[in-house]
């Protein structure tokens, strides 16, 4: 066999082969290692976090059993909701290895105002409100806002439809009518005697939901009766760190008798619209869709501009004025841009 000369690229090419292959073979060492030491892990298996305590989460299994985990260093912020892939521990605690995608977040300011998830994978948004207290369309409407911009279903929810009588009946029907000609749906139930629930149990049945409102419209009322004998107060699980037992109050996921699941916690439940830029609102507002970048400026502040798509929709109809009031009221509330 002829002796066979090397050119510079064969001989460059021979040796890149090699390194690959080096590095292949060190690869496999570490994983190797890497089984080794977590010998005791069990198989990678799916899950989704229903609590969590700060440095532990509770993971429920494809079988519906719940496990307590660590969280590697290397994850991300994970929230109850968060579908993970989880390692069964040796004693009792496993192991959180991977997130996997959200479908939706939910995110509040924290006490220095940076937005933080708090629920994850979230797909209907339960917007409760009564008769009394007095209902608000301008907190229904930053509800609807906080919705849209957070892709999750948003379902308006009358309580107390047991209150409904002849002196609120015309007002109630002329809110009512806003939403519906929007689009939105809407369900009119009462905690107290049971009018529709099971309507509303069909609703969310394959769902994950949070329900949200002010204080007073019947949540907790609602929560007790989808959710016959479960205490959710128990927000509040303690949890053994280093420095002794402390306790952390947190969302959990709890699953309806009926079907689908609640995330809750009080923080949940007082939610309100978190930060959203001038556009955010817009886009929060589905009736403006058709006129966003029809006005005559590309900065319009849809106020009293010439040549205003906004205004020009209002005046003839086509915007509810309680909704143009409303996105008014949010656009001032919003904090000065940083420019
Ligand atoms: N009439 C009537 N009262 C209700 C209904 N649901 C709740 N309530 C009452 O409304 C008050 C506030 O309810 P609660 O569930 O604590 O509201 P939350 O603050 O939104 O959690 C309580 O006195 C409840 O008994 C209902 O469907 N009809
Ligand atoms: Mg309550
Ligand atoms: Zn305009």
């Not at 909701?81 to 004693?91: I, P």
């Not at 029907?173 to 005697?193: F, K, M, Q």
């Not at 769902?207 to 009766?225: D, E, P, R, T, Y």
């Not at 037992?245 to 309806?256: G, I, S, V």
Request: glycine share 10%; with cysteine.
């Amino acid at each position: 066999m002829a002796k066979r000369h090397l050119t510079r690229r064969q001989s460059w090419r021979i040796e890149k082969i090699q390194t690959e292959r080096a590095a292949r073979a060190e690869r496999r060492e570490s994983r190797l290692i890497e089984e080794l030491e977590g010998g005791d892990l069990g198989p990678e298996l799916t899950g989704r976090i229903i609590a969590h305590f700060g440095v532990q989460v509770d993971v429920e299994g494809e079988d519906g059993q719940a496990q307590r985990c660590h969280l590697r260093a290397n994850l991300p912020v994970l929230v109850t909701g968060d579908r993970v892939v989880w390692r069964a521990g040796n004693q009792g605690i496993g192991v959180i290895v991977a997130q996997l995608p959200r479908t939706s977040e939910l995110c509040r300011p924290d006490a220095r105002g940076i937005l933080k998830p708090v629920a994850a994978n979230v797909d209907r948004l339960v917007i409760v409100f009564a008769p009394l207290p007095e209902p608000h369309s301008n907190l229904i409407d930053r509800y609807l806002v906080a919705a849209e911009h957070a892709g999750i279903q948003p379902i308006l929810l009358l309580n107390k439809a047991d209150l409904i009588d002849d002196s609120n009946a015309e007002r109630m029907d002329s809110l009512l009518s806003i939403y519906n000609n929007l689009g939105y749906p809407l369900l009119e139930v009462s905690a107290l005697n049971g009018l529709s629930l099971d309507r509303l149990k069909e609703t969310l049945d394959g769902h994950i939901s949070v329900f949200v409102g002010q204080s007073g419209v019947g949540k907790s009322s609602l929560v007790n009766a989808l959710l016959p004998g479960v205490d959710t107060r128990v927000g509040a699980l303690s949890e053994v760190t280093g420095k002794g037992t402390h306790t952390t109050t947190t969302a959990r996921l709890f699953h309806f008798p009926g079907g689908g699941d609640l995330i809750d916690s009080p923080g949940i439940r007082e939610f309100g619209l978190g930060h959203v830029s001038r556009h955010d609102v817009e886009a929060g507002f589905i009736e403006f869709a058709d006129l966003i970048g029809h006005c005559r400026f590309r900065d319009c502040k849809h106020d009293r501009e010439p040549g205003c798509a906004f205004l020009a929709a209002q005046e003839a109809g086509r915007i509810h004025p309680q909704r143009i009031a409303s996105y008014r009221h949010i656009i001032a509330s919003l904090p000065e841009p940083e420019y």
